[in-house]
């Protein structure tokens, strides 16, 4: 006995695991499209005349986001000039594959690409991050790198907005993961839909409240054009628990994800927590919480062989990094740079081009 759509009453095709229901292809696809536009115009996630980066990696979520924005952007005049920016994280096997679906999707959306490399921007590539770290805290390192990537490439092209594949699935692991994890200053940025300050480029969710399973079944019935294949290094990540639990709870409460979104949102912290304060790196001109950013400690400590001490959070690696002395530095010439005196090379912020020191309070280099 066949099903019919809840909508239009033909013969039902699939049923939506947002919520259960049985839509045929044409249903689903316009539903699918209606609910990421009123996430879009809701939340005024954009205004006539901007420009905007989408993070493409080749995979199913920013593949989907790209047809996506390329289509609602026509259909309802948003007057958005959309380009696609991809990181090449230098993982062999892994990036350079999904990179060759990248330069397909540019052909096929017609839309301008941009791509940057951890080895231009970091002078390392993960390949060569992993074999001095190994495979523990590979994660954190690329994590950290990504996400100060995609934001001076969005500077390079003089975007104001960047929208990520960030689904409804990958928020609630990460809500999960910060309650875990005790950290209240994750959790309260991590639900929100757009990210950023008034000196960095705003970053977009348009897929905050869109599941995963139901991005694969649209991206397979419009069989769009994405790579599939897992990260090599990504087995081990400390994520992965967090998905196994959801998936769990998600066989027996599909709503349970937007209901741990909406925890996060309305959670409360109390008024005696100490915050951290957002300020600029010293060093790189990057957001950052300290005087210089997680991503400038992590290359010192890659540069000096001794990528441990930068990982966690031991009150050694807490305390303020000081620069040596009060050495001049060469200010950079490249117009797109943010911070024009921090020494980097044009537009770059490779440690090892420093010769500073992270110090302690005492005066003390915390590498040997």
Known sequence: MSVNCEYCGRRATLKRPKNRRKLCKDC?????????????????????????????????????????????NERHNYGLELVLL???????????????????????????????????????????????????????????????????????????????????DDIAETVLMNILRGDIARLDRCTSITTGSDSMVSRCKPFKYTYEKEIVMYAHFKKLDY??????????????????????????????????????EDMAVKEEVKMPVLQTCSR????????????????????????????????????ILKMKGNEQRPSCQDPQCMNPNSGCDTGRFKSKDFDTKPLNSNNESLFF
């Open 86 to 168: 991809s990181i090449d994280e230098g993982i062999s096997g892994y990036r350079d594959d999904s990179l060759e679906t990248v330069k397909r999707n540019k052909i096929q959306y017609d839309l301008p690409l941009k791509i940057l490399s951890y080895k231009d921007l970091y002078d390392w590539t993960m390949d060569e991050i992993v074999k001095q770290i190994g495979m523990k805290n590979n994660c954190t390192f690329c994590g950290v790198f990504r996400r100060q990537a995609l934001d001076r490439g969005a500077a390079m092209l003089a975007c104001n907005k960047i929208v990520t594949g960030h689904n409804a």
């Open 284 to 319: 790189c001109g990057y957001i950052s919480s300290a005087e210089l950013c997680k991503a400038c400690i992590m290359l010192e400590g890659l540069n000096r062989g001794r990528p441990e001490v930068s990982i966690g959070k031991h009150a050694r690696r807490k305390k």
């Open 28 to 72: 689903f696809y316009q539903v699918f499209e209606q609910e990421v536009h009123e996430t879009i115009v809701q939340n005024s996630l954009f205004k006539s005349g901007d420009k905007v980066a989408i993070g493409a990696s080749g995979g199913k979520d920013s593949t989907v986001l790209a047809h996506i924005m390329k289509l609602l």
């Open 227 to 264: 790579f599939t294949t897992e990260c090599i290094y990504s087995p081990n990540a400390y994520r992965g628990h967090a998905r196994t639990f959801l998936k769990d709870l998600e066989k027996i409460r599909p709503r349970v994800i937007l209901d741990i979104i909406k925890s996060g």
